[in-house]
């Protein structure tokens, strides 16, 4: 035979992902690319001296993980060795926190910036007990008097900080916050040390941006992780200018080159993909158009590796700080309001109409970021008029997020082949706390998949890390069973899917998503070698043990990337 394959995989379940969601039992790669599926039989004849045979005793293959929806920088910096680890379980309470600054203060040169990343409110003990407990700078100062300390939250829309790195930021019962953003204040009207989404860009712009090579480290430890996870795609949402103001830049416009350079010397081990970020929390139209017109439309020279998709939107904030945009109140008043500029509701929508009607104009694919139910109406509708207004066909336009995603707003991303981009990950995470902010019924229907994939929305998934650990096997376990993290309560069992439905959005629909379905996202000949082995029957498995399951190999354009399995 004139070619014979490079890998060949035998008697395991190889979960393809075709239209049918047939599975076959072997799998052979050749140059990089998939040339047989079937059985034994099908793919001897492609078995040479050179051929590595992998047995599989059983295990499942399946396409390479496409985590459609993930800050790869940003979550680099955000774990240690880079940064303090305070999400649970690693500190389950404010007096654990101060105990990891502590420790941090001991080990670092007077003066020197401290930060930590994770920290959620639903899982440290006072606030458990006393919602209205928060965390204050007085919770760091008596540990941490001299050090400033930045704390990014899980979700990246709070930040809690120190009286010195208020000081020095020049924070103060006078700072005005800018629009879109809240400085929290005491009884008295002192800052209590925590900022709320666009008024953490006082805290970025004071610190020192992030240099070329803490770049390069923070990628190539997620790239790390990744590989080990099974993740052989995954889209940075929003790199630019819009992004110079959040975690130290990490989301800013250097980060995409120093990506370039990471291909261009062979070590980008995963497949990206790119919102450009024009503006960021709270920017206006007018903002936007120039940025974006500034900006251009890069062309990359290897598309199937790092391509530039689209643009990124913020349209509101998040329910936990009841920034969402809601059709009702949430507990305790209040509906939230999109988070651009405009000083009324009708001001702000046409800010975002505008916005997405110029990127649509321009050719761009948009990926808006929305949580609230009137809000995703807001932005579907938006959709809708700039695809009446400047017909293009497959513009593949989605909504990231989709919390309160509305029959309304599905009916109209179905009509025209739009898309949501949801995250299983963080909906284990919150489903707890968020009934205290809207209430039971709202909180079940949190992320509604099932209603989502029944009106024809393409739905894909993604963890938005670092919110949550980048996990997709937690992600399929949670769609399947909606279960809560904290509790292990059932939420919004209605909205529960299947398990060939929830592979689906880590995989095909993700790469419906990049405008690549067919080239990548299924185990299909002709298709790239992008693969991972997952150790036991997935098909069979309980879902509550899938998130043990190892991933003992991954494979990137035909190429191992991660391997503890063992012939």
């Keep these: 035979m004139d070619t014979y394959a490079d890998l060949v995989f035998l008697g ?41 045979v992998v047995e599989l005793r059983g295990a499942t293959l399946l396409p390479g993980i496409n985590d459609s929806h993930l800050h790869g920088c940003a979550f680099g910096m955000a774990t240690p060795p880079l940064s303090l680890e305070l999400g649970h379980p690693a500190v389950s309470s404010l007096a654990d926190v101060a105990e990891v600054v502590r420790e941090a203060v001991g080990r670092l040169p007077e003066g020197q910036w401290i930060t930590g990343h994770g920290w959620d409110t639903g899982f440290l003990d006072e606030c458990v007990r006393d919602p209205s407990r928060q965390p204050s700078r007085h919770d760091l100062d008596a540990v941490s008097p001299d050090h400033p300390v930045v704390l990014y939250s899980f979700s990246g829309h709070a930040t809690w900080v120190n009286s010195k790195a208020l000081e020095l930021i020049g924070i103060d019962r006078h700072t005005v916050a800018p629009p879109g953003g809240a400085i929290v204040v005491d009884g008295t009207g002192e800052p209590t040390g925590l900022l709320h989404e666009g008024a953490q860009a006082l805290i970025q712009n004071a610190l020192p941006p992030l240099s070329r090579q803490e770049r390069t480290d923070a990628i190539r430890s997620a790239l790390a992780t990744f590989a080990r996870l099974g993740v052989t795609s995954y889209t940075e949402p929003g790199l630019g200018p819009g992004g110079d103001g959040i975690m130290r830049g990490a989301l800013g416009a250097e980060t995409l080159d120093v990506y370039r350079r990471l291909l261009a010397d062979g070590e980008l081990t995963a497949r990206l993909g790119v919102l450009l970020l024009p503006t960021g929390m709270a920017g206006t ?153 809207v209430g039971a019924e709202r909180a079940a229907y949190a992320w509604p998949y099932r209603d989502a994939i029944d009106a024809g929305v393409r739905v894909a998934s993604g963890s938005d890390a670092p919110v949550t650990y980048p996990d997709w096997r937690q992600g399929i376990a949670t769609m399947v069973l909606r279960e809560s993290k904290a509790a292990g309560r059932v939420s919004g069992p209605e909205q529960r899917i299947g398990l060939a439905e929830a592979i689906r959005t880590y995989t095909i629909e993700a790469a419906w998503q990049d405008f690549a379905d067919d080239w990548k996202g299924s185990l299909e000949p002709g298709k790239v070698a992008d693969l991972c082995v997952l150790d036991g029957d997935l098909l069979t498995a309980d879902p509550h043990d899938i998130p043990e399951m190892p991933v003992v190999l991954t494979v990137m354009d035909g190429q191992i990337v991660h391997e503890t399995l063992r012939d």
């Design 285 to 437: 139209a007018e903002e936007f158009a120039r940025t974006l017109t500034a900006l251009g439309k890069p062309d990359e020279t290897d598309p199937r590796r790092l391509a530039i998709l689209g643009v990124k939107i913020f349209a509101d904030g998040i329910v936990p700080n009841k920034t969402s945009w809601m059709h009702e109140p949430y507990v305790g008043g209040g509906c939230g309001s999109l988070c651009v500029g405009g000083e009324t509701d009708s001001e702000r929508t046409a800010e975002i109409d505008a916005m997405i009607r110029h990127a649509h104009t321009a050719g761009h694919q948009l990926g808006v970021h929305v949580t609230g139910d009137r809000a995703c109406d807001a932005v579907a509708d938006a959709f809708a008029a700039a695809m009446a207004e400047h017909p293009r066909p497959d513009a593949r336009h989605y909504v990231i997020h989709g919390d309160f995603l509305t029959a309304h707003s599905m009916k109209v991303l179905a009509a025209h082949d739009f898309g949501v981009n949801m995250n299983p990950t963080i909906k284990w995470t919150v489903a707890d706390m968020e009934e205290e902010f």
């Design 12 to 52: 395991g379940r190889v979960v393809t992902v075709d239209a049918e969601f047939s599975v076959a039992s072997a799998l052979a790669v050749t140059g990089g690319v998939i040339s047989a599926v079937g059985g034994r039989e099908d793919v001897a004849p492609l078995i040479g001296p050179g051929t590595r």
